[in-house]
């Protein structure tokens, strides 16, 4: 990592956490999605990390039809580095988060390393009223409800994206993540140079203390040494202050209204471009620079937009 004093700034649009009454800023449509997506990128995300919504309820949809009509237009309007997800939502199985990256075949994907619970339910104490049937189940489920990523899941996905030349925002919620991708990478099953999202403060994972964020840096460090790229999110309010630990600690830095809806105490953010700017300001308050896409397929050795299925 001492050897990237460019920073690469992931924005993720909308993801799967939040809910549309939870904030009028979360992207939900198609159009939503593309202009949240070019104005991270045109603020300085070098990567812009997607999902999918259903345009009249929000409710998060993983299927390819779903993709289809941003994926293209996003590409179309900026250079970013288009990340699908492969995490969908925790109601879903393996091949229904499996088929937008299967078949768009895009540069990236995110893949979570492992099997967790992911515990929504506390956003129930903030949030009292909702404007679509599906928002409240889908929170209170989640106290019983497992996001499932066996080691054969996780062989399916790795195998399905490698054939077409797809690599990985590798996302470690705990410290055992970072063994189970140190597993794969034993058995040639993922291929350096590793991008390792490291994810601090969701219920069920590593919390968001600045040891744990040290520990989960030195274990990496000690089980990958150069042949990855560290990349950090804080969820909620932890964003931006583990960001700034990260970046000071020679490492990249993801934002974005997946993971928080805020800009400050009580400040709902506006867009995902006001997120990007805050990181931005961090990352160059330190003296250092952002990381342009071009730097991004560089770094991480992508294959290209060019060749993508989109």
């Known amino acids: 990592m001492a050897k990237n004093r460019k920073v690469m700034i992931t924005c993720a649009v909308t993801g799967a956490i939040h809910t549309p009454s939870m904030s009028p800023h979360l992207p939900v449509t198609p159009e939503q999605i593309i202009d949240a997506a070019v104005g991270a990128a045109e603020a300085g995300a070098a990567l812009v990390h997607v999902h999918a919504r259903n345009p009249k309820t929000g409710q998060p949809d993983q299927s390819p039809e779903a993709f289809e009509p941003f994926l293209k237009v996003i590409k179309q309007r900026c250079d970013a580095v288009i990340n699908i997800t492969t995490g969908g939502a925790p109601t879903m199985g393996v091949e229904e988060r499996l088929g937008p990256c299967a078949h768009f075949k895009p540069e990236v994907a995110s893949l979570n390393m492992g099997s967790m619970n992911f515990g929504l339910y506390p956003m129930l104490g903030r949030f009292k009223t909702f404007e679509h049937e599906w928002e409240r189940p889908y929170l209170e489920g989640s106290k019983d409800r497992i996001f499932k990523n066996t080691f054969q899941d996780i062989e399916n996905i790795l195998t399905t994206c490698a054939e077409n030349g797809t690599r990985f925002e590798i996302e470690c919620y705990d410290i055992g993540h970072l063994y189970t991708l140190a597993h794969f990478a034993d058995r040639g099953l993922v291929k350096p140079p590793f991008f390792v999202q490291s994810v601090f403060g969701i219920l069920g994972g590593i919390g968001p203390h600045p040891e744990d964020v040290a520990h989960m840096k030195r274990t990496a460090d000690r089980l990958f040494g150069d042949d990855y790229q560290w990349s950090v999110l804080g969820a909620g309010r ?26 400050g105490p009580g400040q709902l953010a506006k867009s995902n471009a006001d997120q990007v700017r805050a990181a931005r300001q961090i990352v160059e308050g330190l003296g250092l620079e952002v990381a342009t896409p071009a730097d991004a397929r560089a770094t991480l050795q992508l294959k290209g937009a060019d060749k993508v299925a989109f």
């Open 238 to 263: 932890h964003q931006l202050a583990i960001a700034a630990m990260a970046v000071s600690m020679g490492g990249n830095l993801r934002v974005g209204l997946e993971d928080s809806l805020w800009l």
